[in-house]
């Protein structure tokens, strides 16, 4: 008889959302007339730039002609022309990160979990509370000693180093998910100076970065001095170009990025990753990889970035309504996110419950991201514009 990872038995029963939805089927079920609007889970919903659809479909037929067909992609590592491409998007935001330290990935979930795998599980791990759960989760399956950083409202959901903390691998995310919150430049220098003190590594999703516009928020971490020797970076095209149902991103593990074995040895944190994406993992699909490319060009760009304006202004309608109602929140400036406290000193699955049946708005409970969740709750920005302000309208028929 084989034996299981017991490990999994000690995680949550279900992942957050599959909660939320059997709440939200039940409601239906009882009320079926329900016109529910729902502000929970961070998909998107706009239909991809067309520019990028051309270039699926151009490498679809490519596919089926004998002179371009493609089997398998040689490196596994993404075809050179995208990471090129990836490496010029970096470029225009001022940082240089070569093509060859960018893997590309079938999105950045995968990638986040997958990581794990070049880290021994003795490791402790540094998670910012409340965070993606992916990040808990996947370091639990593997028995690691997860530890957090408090990101409360005293912080401004931006948790700092602790001195007196020690740790071995770190996870940022920035701007946050869910609080939509944001490192500056500083605070992340302050990030990797205590990595470097404490020889960890941090692990930065930066999957929202299309979403930034204050000045002092960097796009990468490797627009921070020094971060190339600390931070593997991930980023998505799911929330910057609506690829959550095409499935591409990219992770930038650094040539410079080096740790000892235990036998003192210096191994390149690069060579382990190629060689755990060599491994396990065949590559991205060549017609999506096509697309991807695409988002980078000139139009590309500016179409997607049409719908990230669309996105965030259905932000500022949400953080107007609040406003306007004397609810405190984060996000919803650099994020699609906004993180709102709940009203009247509510718990977040009570909050959700009150929206759910007065109004018929579903968002997500803070505390299914964390202890520091607890009383908060997340809005997304990315629905119809229309659907957004009737949701606001019947928020705002609420007494709190
Ligand atoms: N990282 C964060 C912080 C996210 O919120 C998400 C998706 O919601 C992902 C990564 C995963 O994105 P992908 O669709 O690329 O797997």
């Given at each position: 008889m084989p034996q299981i990872n017991e490990n999994f038995l000690k995680l949550e029963k279900n992942y957050l959302f599959i909660n939320i939805a059997k709440k939200v089927n039940a409601y239906k079920a009882a009320h079926p007339e329900a016109d529910i609007i729902r502000m929970g889970i961070g998909?998107?919903?706009l239909p991809i730039a067309k520019c990028v659809v051309e270039a699926m479909k151009k490498g679809a037929d490519e596919m089926g002609v004998k002179e371009t067909f493609k089997g398998?992609?040689?490196?596994?590592?993404?075809?050179?022309?995208?990471?090129?491409?990836?490496?010029?998007?970096?470029?225009?935001?001022?940082v240089d990160v070569p093509a060859g330290d960018i893997r590309i990935n079938d999105g950045a979930k995968a990638d986040c979990g997958n990581i794990v795998d070049i880290f021994g599980n003795d490791n402790t791990v540094l998670?910012?509370?409340?965070?993606?759960?992916?990040?808990?989760?996947?370091?639990?399956?593997?028995?690691?000693?997860?530890?957090?950083?408090?990101?409360?409202?005293k912080n401004g959901f931006a948790a700092m180093p602790d001195d007196s903390v020690n740790c071995d691998l770190i996870y940022l995310c920035s701007p946050n998910n869910p609080?939509?919150?944001?490192?500056?430049?500083?605070?992340?220098?302050?990030?990797?100076?205590?990595?470097?003190?404490?020889n960890a590594v941090i692990i930065y999703d930066s999957a929202y970065e299309a979403f930034i516009t204050d000045e002092n928020v960097p796009r990468s971490i490797y627009a921070v001095e020094g971060a190339k020797e600390v931070a593997i970076e991930m980023c998505s095209l799911s929330k910057t170009a609506g690829?959550?149902?095409m499935r591409c991103g990219y992770t930038v593990v650094p040539?410079?990025?080096?740790?000892?074995?235990?036998?003192?040895?210096?191994?390149?944190?690069?060579?382990?990753?190629?060689?755990?994406?060599?491994?396990?993992?065949?590559?991205?699909s060549y017609p999506v990889q096509c697309a991807a490319a695409a988002v980078f060009t000139e139009e590309g760009l500016k179409q997607t970035r049409e719908?990230?304006?669309?996105?965030?202004?259905?932000?500022?309608?949400?953080?107007?309504t609040l406003d306007e109602l004397g609810i405190k929140y984060t996000g919803g400036k650099n994020s699609p996110y906004i993180w709102l406290?709940?009203?009247g000193n509510m718990g977040s699955w009570e909050f959700f419950d009150l929206l759910l049946e007065k109004i018929n708005v579903v968002g997500t409970p803070g505390a299914g991201f964390g202890k520091n969740g607890e009383g908060w709750f997340r809005l997304t920005a990315f629905g119809d514009k229309d659907r957004t302000i009737e949701a606001m309208q019947r928020l705002k028929t609420l007494k709190f």
């Open positions: 998909d998107v919903t398998y992609e040689d490196s596994g590592a993404g075809y050179y022309f995208l990471r090129e491409a990836v490496s010029g998007y970096y470029k225009s935001f001022g998670i910012t509370d409340p965070a993606y759960p992916v990040y808990v989760d996947t370091n639990r399956m593997c028995g690691r000693n997860v530890i957090f950083a408090d990101s409360n409202e609080t939509g919150s944001a490192y500056t430049y500083d605070q992340l220098k302050e990030w990797i100076a205590y990595a470097k003190k404490n690829f959550t149902g040539s410079e990025l080096v740790v000892k074995a235990s036998d003192g040895s210096e191994v390149k944190l690069a060579d382990l990753w190629g060689r755990r994406q060599g491994s396990k993992f065949n590559g991205v719908n990230i304006e669309y996105y965030k202004n259905n932000a500022k309608i949400i953080g107007e406290k709940c009203p």
